[in-house]
């Protein structure tokens, strides 16, 4: 349980909720900031300002997946207010104050740094990168079907990169009786690659393997399909691009080949919300549980 643990959470969209349903089922204290247009009622929450909250009785601070912007400021869909995490803020909380963001950015390093707070990046937390991975999964296997006119059963599918999202999609085609090889650069990989029964290739061979490709699924977070893998590739070929931004993929060469290439970010948060957020949500109960025994 949480009684007596003080969580302020900042701003966010429609995850934030589970982690507030979550939390309060735990009996934490919570003060949302950035909620002020949402009608539901949490028990042991309420709706305050930045200025409201007593900073010194803090023992953690929820940001929102996408963190804060380059001046502080938090995006939330719940209110049109604009909300700001300054320095202050922090330096007003006691030592053991944790601050959860999604992702950080240099004025979240610097202000945490600064203010000496411990700083915990979700996103990059290996159990919630593979979670994450089932709705991107499904979210992935969404577009193919939404922007292409066959079947993902028999089609022929390169995944590119066998890290956490990768392997849940190679996967996934390969259930659906799609024909999926799998481009990796590491010798465990192509390994893997091949006791999973999929085809592996190296991806030092991208212009040769992906000649005859109806769908191509990018999860390397490098530019791979440059100019000349794209000049390779048949016309008709999908391109969905899962890399964060800006993807791995020469877009506007795409473009000007006419190739339909799609940049498909954030999908846990647009295919399944409610689980994305209890994703979070199960993830910081256990951590905030271990920081209140500590
Ligand atoms: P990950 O576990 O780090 O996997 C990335 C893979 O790419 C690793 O296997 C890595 O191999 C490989 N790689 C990197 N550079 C390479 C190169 N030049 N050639 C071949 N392989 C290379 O990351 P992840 O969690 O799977 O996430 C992958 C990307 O998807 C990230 O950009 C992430 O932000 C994004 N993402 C998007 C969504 C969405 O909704 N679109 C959802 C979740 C994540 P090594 O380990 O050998 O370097």
């Known amino acids: 349980m949480l009684t007596d643990k003080h969580v302020v959470i900042i701003g966010g969209d429609a995850r934030q909720l589970e982690i507030i349903r979550k939390l309060s089922a735990l009996d934490a204290k919570i003060s949302m900031v950035g909620f002020d247009q949402l009608n539901d009622g949490f028990i042991g929450a309420s709706k305050q300002t930045m ?82 991975s089932i709705p991107t999964a499904e979210g992935t296997v969404m577009m193919a079907i939404q922007h292409t006119d066959i079947t993902i059963h028999r089609a022929k599918v390169a995944v590119l990169g066998l890290g956490r999202v990768g392997m849940s999609v190679a996967r996934t085609f390969n259930a659906l009786g799609a024909e999926v090889k799998v481009g990796a650069n590491a010798s465990h990989q192509l390994a893997r690659i091949t006791e999973m029964g999929l085809t592996p290739f190296d991806t030092s061979n991208l212009k040769d393997e ?4 109806d769908l191509c699924i990018n999860t390397i977070p490098a530019l791979v399909l440059t100019s000349n893998v794209l000049t390779e590739m048949p016309l008709h070929t999908l391109i969905i ?29 647009i295919v399944a919300p409610k689980t994305a957020g209890q994703i979070l949500a199960e993830v910081l109960a256990v951590l905030l549980t271990k920081e209140s025994i500590h």
Not at 69 to 96: A, Q, R, V, W, Y
């Open 241 to 269: 691009d899962l890399a964060s931004k800006p993807g791995g993929t020469d877009f506007r060469y795409a473009e000007k080949r006419g190739m339909k290439a799609l940049l498909a970010p954030g999908l846990p948060g």
């Open 51 to 132: 200025d409201d909250i007593e900073w010194s009785t803090v023992d953690a601070i929820l940001l929102p997946v996408s963190g804060v912007s380059m001046d502080g400021k938090i995006e939330t869909i719940f209110s049109n207010e604009t909300i700001e995490l300054e320095l202050d803020h922090l330096k007003k909380t006691p030592n053991h104050c944790v601050v959860y963001s999604g992702i950080s950015n240099d004025y979240l390093d610097h202000c945490t740094a600064t203010a000496d707070r411990s700083l915990v990046k979700l996103m990059e937390r290996d159990d919630v990168a593979i979670y994450n």
């Open 210 to 213: 992906l000649k005859d490709i």
